[in-house]
């Protein structure tokens, strides 16, 4: 019986984790890299225990003396999921993993992969394609404009600070080519078609799997993120019903024998007038604690899978239902107000539908106060 949730990593998205398995009676222990998180002021949080690395993690961990398989390790980031895979049979045999198995969890993390799959299932994915050095790249057969990106992202993002690069020409190509293979290998680029309409056509398609079946899910419209053009950080979500995603994102999920939570993104393509899968998150992602509005609990579904207990399922039908991270959305709207690029109109539409707030909360109000306090510090680390 699980007792315990060992949440790894930090920020927003470990504070949603933990409040949630603290209301289903989990003790909450966080492992972090950092002193600094959101996350160990909660009063969900029953202890924090910092790490220095990797390897200093897995000692930490296997160290712990919980009763075997009363705690589920829940991973909060590309890197952390990584470390699990990379680990898997030694945690698996202490604890209940909440990732899939590895060659499951490497069709996620790596997008060549994803998208050689989604291809093989016939699932729409933008066109992509993978040349392995310069010669290969230029000789091409693309139209403008298209993206660079990694196979891995998170290598990538913490090298260059960008998720993409976005290339109007052949000359734009071969120099962000070259920049790109700097720091990764030549094998882990992509070349991919642009898809225009920004965060008002990004998707996502939150659910927990259990391998065969999609017991939990629900779909929302991330309208706008940080930046809004190639976001690393959703600032405001809202649900949607749409059966096209349901019916692709479902099919990936069973496909591939996936088993966990995950968010699977999609951009809408008006030239096609479809769905294009992009990639898989495998865990929970920032603003997954939307669930709370939505009555579907996909941590305590994975959690009761895992003790053997039964689930009901349930797949969202409430649309304008939202998330929103306060502070970093009104950065972002007075951005694009400024710009031209937005109506106040429409910003005061999107904010008069039933709310969950990804920080603040009268039930455990300090890590609100805490985030406050930190922004400069965050906002240069970050």
């Not at 927990?208 to 950080?233: E, H, Y």
């Not at 069973?254 to 939570?261: P, Q």
């Not at 709310?355 to 510090?377: N, V």
């Amino acid at each position: 019986m699980i007792q315990h949730a060992i949440i790894l990593g930090n920020h927003i998205q470990g504070l949603g984790v933990a409040r949630i398995c603290h209301s289903i009676g989990l003790e909450v222990h966080l492992y972090n890299n950092s002193s600094i998180c959101l996350t160990r002021f909660s009063n969900t949080c029953t202890d924090f225990t910092r790490f220095k690395d990797h390897e200093d993690l897995k000692n930490q961990l296997l160290g712990l003396t919980f009763d075997p398989k009363t705690a589920i390790l829940l991973p909060t980031n590309d890197k952390l999921v990584g470390f699990m895979a990379d680990h898997y049979e030694l945690l698996k045999a202490k604890f209940v993993l909440s990732i899939p198995e590895p060659e499951v969890t490497d069709i996620c993390y790596n997008k060549i992969k994803s998208y050689r799959k989604a291809e093989e299932l016939g699932i729409p994915h933008p066109k992509s394609l993978y040349p392995t050095n310069l010669e290969e790249l230029e000789s091409l057969d693309i139209t403008y404009p298209v993206i660079i990106k990694p196979a891995v992202m998170h290598k990538f993002y913490h090298q260059v600070g960008k998720k993409v690069f976005l290339c109007e020409d052949k000359n734009e190509l071969i120099s962000n080519y070259k920049k790109a293979i700097r720091v990764i290998s030549s094998d882990e680029v992509i070349v991919q078609e642009f898809l225009d309409g920004g965060a008002a056509n990004l998707y996502s398609f939150g659910s927990f799997c259990d391998g065969k079946k999609v017991w939990g899910s629900f779909v929302a419209n991330r309208i706008r993120q940080k930046p809004m053009n190639f976001g690393i950080a959703t600032t405001f979500a809202k649900t949607v019903i749409n059966p096209r995603i349901d019916e692709l994102a479902q099919k990936m999920l069973t496909e591939i024998g996936y088993f966990g939570l995950s968010e699977v993104e999609f951009m809408y393509d008006h030239k096609t007038d479809d769905y294009k899968f992009i990639e898989i998150n495998p865990r929970t992602w920032k603003w997954h604690t939307i669930t709370n509005k939505l009555d579907i609990n996909l941590i305590k579904m994975l959690v009761d899978y895992a003790d053997q207990k039964p689930i009901s399922e349930r797949h969202n039908q409430n649309s304008q239902i939202s998330w929103i991270e306060r502070i970093t959305d009104t950065y972002v709207v007075t951005k694009e107000i400024l710009n031209g690029n937005m109506k106040l109109s429409s910003y005061l539409k999107s904010m008069n539908m039933s709310k969950e707030y990804a920080c603040f909360s009268w039930r455990d109000p300090l890590p609100g106060f805490m985030y406050l306090l930190l922004l400069p510090y965050l906002y240069f680390k970050r």
